[in-house]
C-alpha cells in the first residue's frame, strides 16, 4: 500500500481498491476458488447444507484472546457446526472507516486467514468497502458461513426432550467479560481472556460417535440462561438447572460480583451446549473433554416436560442451599457491542 491509513479511493473500485485487495486479502486468503476473482465463487457441494451469516461491529478490535478477526470466523463457523454441519466456505465484507491504519486492517486480515486455517474452512468471496470518517466504528465484518449437514436429523432448538441431559462445553461468560474490561480499562485479580474458538471439530466427533443429538447451540448474546430459553421455549420444556455445577472461572465470578453482573447472561464465544438422551451424557462429555476447546466441559441440568416442574419455556436454576429461582430471558444489554 502507498499510505499509511486506508483512504475513500481504496473503496472506489478503481486501481487502490485492487491494491488493497491484492496486497491484503488476496495475500492472506489465498486459494484456488478466491483466486479466480469472479464476482461469486463456484463451490462443489452435494446434499443438505447448513448456512449462517453473521455482523461483527466489537470495540476494541483487538483484546486478550482475539480480535474482530477471529471472532468473525469462529463466530460463523461455530453457527454452521451447530447445525450439525461441517463449516467449509465462509465469505468476508469489510465496511472500513476512512482513516483506518493500514497495519491495523492487516492485522485483523492475518487473525481472519489464522482462525479460518484452524477451523479448516476457506475464504471464497468477499467485498470491501471504505465510508467516510465517523460513519462507522473502524471497522465492521460480515461473514456467511456454508457446510455440509452430517447429523441425521439435524440438532435443532425444537428437540429437547424430557429426560435429556444438559451439558456445556466449558466456563461461562470469558468473552463478554474480557470485552468489558478492555472497554472500561479495568483489571481483575486473574487474567481473563476471551474463549474466542472454533468449535466445528468437537462437534464434528460429537456427531460421529453420539448420533442422536438433540441441541446444539452456542451460548454468545444474552449467554446461557438467554440461550437456554429460548430452547425451552422452542421445545415447550422445562430446563432446570444445577447453579453449583455450573463452570464459571474465579476470575469471572469475582470480576460478575464486583461489577453487579450475572455469569449466566454474558457473551461466549467458544462454548457451545450440548443436549442429549441421559445415556448419552456420559460419552458426550469425555468427546467435548478430550478437546482443547473443551476441558472444563460439564453437565449442568436436565429437561423435564413442563407441568409438575414449571411452565412450558421456563429456566430454573437449582440454587446451592436447595431454593430455586426463575432464568428469565435477558431484558436490554449488559454490554453492548461484545461481537
Request: net charge negative; proline share 5%; hydrophobic share 40%.
Amino acid at each position: 500500500m502507498s499510505t499509511d491509513t486506508i483512504l475513500l479511493d481504496a473503496g472506489s473500485g478503481g486501481r487502490a481498491s485492487q491494491r488493497l485487495i491484492s496486497q491484503c486479502f488476496l495475500r492472506h486468503f489465498d486459494n484456488p476458488m478466491l483466486a479466480v476473482m469472479d464476482d461469486a465463487a463456484t463451490l462443489d457441494m452435494a446434499g443438505p447444507i447448513a448456512m449462517s451469516t453473521d455482523s461483527y461491529t466489537v470495540t476494541p478490535l483487538f483484546f486478550p484472546g482475539g480480535s474482530i478477526g477471529t471472532l468473525a470466523v469462529h463466530g460463523t463457523v461455530n453457527d454452521v457446526a451447530m447445525m450439525g454441519a461441517r463449516p467449509r466456505y465462509i465469505t468476508c465484507a469489510c465496511i472500513i472507516e476512512e482513516g483506518l491504519p493500514v497495519d491495523t486492517l492487516e492485522r485483523v486480515v492475518a487473525d481472519m486467514a489464522a482462525a479460518a486455517r484452524t477451523a479448516g474452512v476457506q475464504v471464497v468471496t468477499g467485498d470491501t468497502k471504505v465510508v467516510p470518517r465517523g460513519c462507522c466504528d473502524k471497522m465492521f465484518i460480515n461473514t456467511t458461513g456454508i457446510g455440509s449437514i452430517m447429523a441425521r436429523p439435524a440438532p435443532s432448538g425444537h428437540r429437547a426432550c424430557s429426560g435429556d441431559a444438559v451439558l456445556v462445553s466449558g466456563s461461562m461468560g470469558d468473552h463478554g467479560l474480557t470485552i468489558m474490561g478492555c472497554r472500561e480499562g479495568l483489571t481483575f485479580d486473574s487474567a481473563i481472556t476471551s474463549d474466542s474458538a472454533p468449535l466445528n471439530h468437537m462437534v464434528a466427533a460429537l456427531v460421529e460417535e453420539i448420533g442422536d443429538i438433540h441441541v446444539l447451540r452456542d451460548p454468545t448474546r444474552g449467554g446461557l440462561a438467554t440461550t437456554l430459553n429460548e430452547i425451552a421455549q422452542q421445545s415447550g420444556v422445562v430446563v432446570e438447572l444445577e447453579e453449583t455445577s455450573i463452570p464459571v472461572h474465579a476470575g469471572v465470578k469475582n470480576g460478575c460480583s464486583f461489577l453487579g453482573l450475572d455469569p449466566l447472561y454474558l457473551a461466549n464465544e467458544g462454548k457451545l451446549i450440548c443436549i442429549v438422551p441421559e445415556a448419552c451424557a456420559a460419552r458426550a462429555l469425555e468427546i467435548m473433554r478430550a478437546s482443547p476447546y473443551g476441558r472444563d466441559a460439564a453437565r449442568v441440568g436436565t429437561v423435564h416436560a413442563a407441568g409438575q416442574h414449571g411452565r412450558p419455556g421456563q429456566v430454573l436454576l437449582k440454587t446451592p442451599i436447595g431454593g430455586k429461582r426463575l432464568l428469565s430471558m435477558l431484558e436490554g444489554a449488559q454490554l453492548p457491542r461484545i461481537c
